[in-house]
């Protein structure tokens, strides 16, 4: 099922199915959203009680190119939505308290680390330098580590003495460069009374040569539900904003001023995606199946296209935008000027499995033209 529009007095090619790949044989996928790396797709395979496992697929033909198995006699679970890190061809990976890193051309395993009890499943970086967010449970404390990406050498930045009679999160931090020319960290923490449900939503800049933390007040009003901000701030190094989700509110902030630019009540929140912006617009992917596009100026909503669902992550591809439906289980890609639905695609095991359907996790690869799709039976590989 699709439709044609005219873009740029081009028409938006719908993509073609190139491959399909069961590398995990006759069983239920469950993947992290796949990572493109030269002419390799890394996907992977995870059950409650058995060890992961991590494959790289040829972007020629689906073939796998190397496959590691985890070992450990206690394993994590891979979070299907967790944030992995890639320095050039070394890819990190976090799974509970474990993080692991990995060469993507071989897919040898270059090191591993297991730190306190557990640990944020997202994980920021700046060059060969990345950031995460520890817990002790018992104690309580927060840990913030840097971490260099070739060794898993680390280094403790700062410790959080978690209130008593309160529980606290702490996110990983987003890393940019500020106007001196610094590296800033800028996190953002909750903190709720175990008895009152008191919750305060605080957003921190931490300067990384001094170890100083600037805290601002809540970014988010006080409340009784727990409600914060939700997802890893997005940088836009071009504008010098940043764009966090609290909650149902998208927020802006000036990157060197350090002030609030403006901030949009959104109809709900955001669960498994992030928010993507281009030169214009931020575009939010909501809990009420809609997508939205904000003017990154000044917060305004311009347009909004139902997709059905809690929406897979959006993809930006220069022309249009790409995401998964999370209630019917369709790649919708609509153009980003008007949010008119340009294609939409279906699995094509639909034909003899009427219950099948596209899981949120996929990926496309912008320089390529190219998605990975996974309707949990197999991967499939389209250009256009």
């Known amino acids: 099922m699709s439709a044609l529009l005219c873009c740029d007095k081009k028409q938006v090619e719908e993509p073609v199915l190139i491959w399909r790949s069961a590398p995990f044989g006759k069983v239920q996928i469950e993947t992290i959203y796949p990572i493109f790396h030269d002419n390799k797709i890394i996907v992977t395979h995870s059950t409650e009680h058995a060890p992961f496992i991590i494959c790289a697929l040829s972007t020629k033909d689906g073939h796998i190119i190397w496959q590691y198995q985890d070992t450990a006699v206690n394993p994590n679970v891979l979070y299907y939505n967790l944030r992995a890190y890639q320095d050039n061809s070394t890819l990190l990976i976090p799974m509970g308290n474990r993080l692991m890193a990995f060469d993507m051309q071989n897919g040898k395993k270059l090191w591993e680390s297991t730190m306190h009890d557990a640990a944020e499943d997202f994980i920021e970086g700046i060059g060969s330098l990345v950031f995460r967010i ?39 931090p987003r890393p940019l460069i500020s106007q001196r020319g610094d590296t800033c960290l800028v996190f953002t923490h909750i903190s709720q009374n175990i008895q009152s449900k008191e919750t305060f939503a605080g957003l921190n800049w931490l300067d990384y040569r001094s170890k100083s933390i600037t805290q601002h007040d809540t970014i988010y009003p006080i409340n009784y539900k727990g409600e914060g901000v939700t997802k890893q701030p997005l940088l836009d190094p071009e504008a010098k904003q940043l764009y966090f989700v609290a909650n149902n509110e998208l927020v802006c902030y000036h990157t060197w001023t350090r002030k609030e630019l403006w901030r949009t009540e959104m109809p709900r929140d955001m669960l498994t995606s992030f928010p993507v912006a281009d030169r214009k617009r931020v575009y939010f992917a909501c809990e009420d199946g809609k997508v939205y596009a904000v003017d990154k100026n000044n917060g305004n909503i311009l347009w909004s296209t139902h997709v059905s669902g809690t929406p897979s992550r959006i993809y930006d591809d220069g022309k249009s935008l790409h995401v998964i439906g999370g209630s019917d289980g369709r790649w919708h890609i609509l153009d980003k000027d008007s949010g008119i639905e340009i294609h939409q695609i279906q699995s094509p095991n639909l034909v003899n499995y009427p219950s099948v359907f596209f899981r949120r996790a996929f990926s496309v690869c912008r320089n390529e033209n190219a998605a990975i799709c996974t309707d949990g039976k197999d991967f499939f590989y389209y250009r256009w």
């Open 134 to 172: 520890y817990y002790d449970l018992v104690v309580p404390k927060a840990y913030l580590y840097s971490i260099d990406t070739k060794s898993g050498d680390t280094s403790l930045l700062q410790v959080f003495e978690i209130e008593q009679g309160h529980k606290a999160f702490y996110r990983t």
